[in-house]
């Protein structure tokens, strides 16, 4: 398959289902609001470093969690049966994404949340359409994640852990809360070993994008998380 370079007039996309299997689809196009959206509902995802071109993914397998196949280890029991941790959403989103950044990762020099992406996904997140999981522990921002909701789908993209199991927590958390709302996949993208511990799975990237034409179609979730995963208000 040639390598497909995108106009920023046009938020087109060519075909991810051609794309070879380790994903690339298209290089270049700039990161708006519409094309983001559209290259989501579509199984595509932008992923790149610092001075590279833009890349947009869509692998094959794709790494998914069924919210009804999640595993929670009897290791993580007492996290919430002694509320070791306490969850918000979309309380701290700034926080969050620059945390994934500023990680460091075993395998990993640098970061792909460059300051373009974090632009980026917070004008998502004030659209309505990214959101985060905060994890804290004495009122300190100990773990978390972000991702984009479409639909009844949510992609992952990062997550971030200073105290041991945070992230977990808030993975684990955020799963429950949103097959509660009729949500039928967590994207995950790339197989990792921690994801796989919680009942992830590869499947077929032709079976995810028919997931995604049926499931992560408008109407969308509500912008705001907080009072409606938690049935709180802020």
């Known amino acids: 398959m040639p390598i497909f370079w995108l106009s920023k007039e046009s938020t087109a996309f060519p075909d991810p289902r051609k794309a070879p299997p380790q994903g690339l689809v298209a290089l270049g196009g700039d990161l708006n609001l519409p094309r983001l959206l559209h290259a989501y509902r579509i199984g595509i995802f932008p992923w790149y470093s610092k001075g590279e071109p833009i890349a947009w993914w869509s692998p094959d397998p794709r790494f998914v969690l069924f919210p009804s196949e999640l595993r929670v ?5 007492p996290y919430f049966n002694q509320r ?34 974090q632009r980026a996904y917070g004008a998502l997140h004030r659209a309505g359409y990214a959101h985060s999981v905060e994890v804290w522990q004495n009122e300190q921002l100990v773990g978390g994640l ?8 949510f992609f992952g993209e990062s997550m971030f852990s200073h105290v ?14 949103l097959q509660q709302k009729g949500f039928v996949l967590i994207d995950c993208q790339q197989e990792t070993p921690h ?13 995810f994008i028919d997931i995604l034409a049926r499931h992560a179609q408008p109407p969308d979730p509500p912008a705001h998380w907080h009072s409606w995963l938690t049935g709180t208000t802020q």
């Open 195 to 207: 994801l796989a511990s919680l009942g992830a799975r590869a499947i077929p990237r032709d079976q």
């Open 164 to 177: 041991s199991n945070a992230s977990k927590f808030g993975f684990i958390s955020l799963v429950k809360a």
């Open 146 to 153: 972000y991702g984009v909701a479409l639909g009844r789908i």
């Open 73 to 77: 280890h009897k290791s993580m029991r």
């Open 84 to 117: 070791k941790f306490s969850v918000s959403y979309d309380n701290a989103f700034d926080e969050v994404i620059r945390a994934c950044a500023h990680t460091r990762r075993a395998g990993q020099e640098g970061t792909w949340i460059t300051p373009q992406m």
